[in-house]
């Protein structure tokens, strides 16, 4: 039998992060994946989803160049190129993986684990033993189940779609449905996001949202509340969903129907039970040092868990439980200032508390809403786009508990107000600082009321 003193199971940022962590400890580590290492995010999520939506960032700009008095043609998109280009980010990320575990002295082992008990999984019919092992799975698309939900694809699939769908329906209003919706929109296809839900991007600022949505309802994207799929189909070489919204039986035509309703975590088939590890709706269960409390030689990060479906916070987990495997429980995670970025064009992000939120939690507050279209630096190099900021201050302390931007560089400006949150840094403290101007970030004291 084989014995490790760490093993991670999943090949993504969390896994690799863990063993990392581990063998530069010296410790006899190994990593084990049923299938490419690399992880969602380099794979098939967060950077080849960029390219995409880099490509349509550019295609913006050519079609706004008169604004700054640039005359350009209407430009052609070759989509297929632009897959292309995509893939020439992720094709490397699996052999570049392998060659860094190897360098590392990881041993990769290639199959799919089932524990058969506390401390031991077996793998390609060989058992191995491990003094501590992290569930790194992921997540995999939650399953849809009304009839001909078979006909539905995956964001892997429209990753590698190369022919513009004519016509695409999006089930789910999540992050993923709207930075694929504003991808398509702008490349041609009439988009329709069908949501059981009444809002889209759920957790985040509702005003910020609206913003948004109805942006996103001038770009050409239809947006169905509360609406349940009852179907879909084939017909005439296309696709038909049914559903029911407004309490009226309808039908969507198609050419592509994403499947963006969330993900579960990737942890059915490891056979939990017998290690002894708990599991709710939401995945594994751990405490705040992201061990099992059932079987504390188990930890559990990135999405196998499922609090927190962010590729950052991967890397971070998989950090602590490297940490509290070594030192034996000296960190606990803390989710206070993650900051979050959809890359929707203009970006939207966020970070800390809502206004519901903090209210519901008697945080004595005081709210800062900004139309930013018109001031100068926006004007200077947005030329009349979307620019809103909401800030949360807490009264008294003048704290910043919440930050929430919609503009073409919130996914960046937002890293000040994490931060602030972070250290503890006061909406005068930032007023009082410098900053370069014109940038972007030089308009954001003027944010903080």
Same mark, same amino acid.
């Given at each position: ?136 799975? %992921? !997540?995999?698309?939650?399953?849809? $189940?009304?009839?001909?939900?078979? &006909?539905?694809?995956?964001?892997? @699939? /429209?990753? +590698? ?26 490349? %041609? !296809?009439?988009?329709?996001?069908? $949501?059981?839900?009444?809002?889209? &991007?759920?957790?985040?600022?509702? @005003? /910020?949202? +609206? ?48 499947? +963006? ?189």
């Amino acid at each position: 039998m084989k014995s490790y003193d760490f093993i991670a199971i999943g090949g993504g940022n969390a896994g690799l992060t863990a063993a990392s962590y581990a063998a530069a400890a010296g410790h006899r580590t190994a990593l084990i994946d049923r299938g490419a290492v690399g992880g969602l995010c380099s794979l098939n999520g967060c950077n080849p989803k960029k390219v995409l939506v880099r490509a349509t960032e550019v295609l913006d700009e050519i079609r706004h160049a008169a604004k700054f008095g640039i005359e350009a043609s209407e430009p052609r998109v070759d989509w297929s190129r632009v897959i292309d280009r995509k893939e020439s980010f992720t094709e490397p990320v699996t052999p570049q993986t392998e060659k860094s575990l190897k360098d590392q002295g990881i041993d990769l082992i290639q199959g799919s684990p089932r524990f058969v008990s506390k401390n031991e999984l077996e793998v390609n019919g060989e058992r191995i033993h491990a003094g501590a092992i992290v569930i790194a799975t %992921g !997540s995999t698309p939650r399953k849809l $189940t009304f009839e001909g939900a078979h &006909l539905t694809k995956t964001s892997n @699939d /429209i990753l +590698a779609l190369r022919d513009v769908p004519r016509d695409l329906v999006i089930i789910g209003a999540g992050v993923v449905a709207m930075e694929f919706g504003h991808v398509f929109a702008r490349i %041609g !296809s009439r988009v329709k996001i069908i $949501t059981p839900g009444k809002q889209v &991007l759920g957790g985040e600022d509702e @005003d /910020i949202v +609206a913003a948004l949505v109805e942006f996103s309802k001038n770009l050409g994207i239809e947006f169905i509340f509360q609406a349940e799929i009852k179907a879909a189909r084939e017909q005439d070489g296309r696709l038909v969903v049914e559903y029911e919204a407004d309490g009226k039986y309808q039908t969507a035509q198609a050419d592509f129907i994403l499947n +963006a309703a969330g993900r579960v975590p990737s942890i059915n088939e490891m056979a939990l039970d017998k290690a002894e590890v708990e599991t709710d709706r939401r995945g594994v269960v751990v405490n705040d040092y992201l061990r099992s409390p059932t079987n504390p030689n188990i930890f559990a990060a990135g999405d196998a868990h499922g609090r927190l479906q962010l590729s950052p916070i991967a890397s971070y987990e998989g950090r602590v439980v490297a940490r509290n495997f070594l030192e034996n429980d000296v960190e606990r995670v803390n989710y206070d200032a993650i900051p979050r970025a959809v890359y929707t064009i203009p970006q939207l992000a966020s970070v800390g508390l809502t206004e519901n939120e903090a209210r519901k939690r008697g945080v004595d507050i005081k709210v800062v809403n900004s139309d930013m279209q018109n001031w100068k630096v926006y004007s200077i190099l947005e030329a009349g786009r979307m620019a809103r900021a909401k800030m949360i201050i807490e009264n008294g302390t003048n704290r910043i508990v919440g930050a929430h931007l919609l503009g073409g560089a919130s996914g960046e400006e937002i890293h000040i107000f994490a931060l602030a949150i972070r250290f503890g840094i006061t909406a005068d403290d930032l007023k009082q600082m410098v900053y370069a101007y014109p940038t972007f970030s030089s308009a954001l004291p003027y944010t903080l009321g």
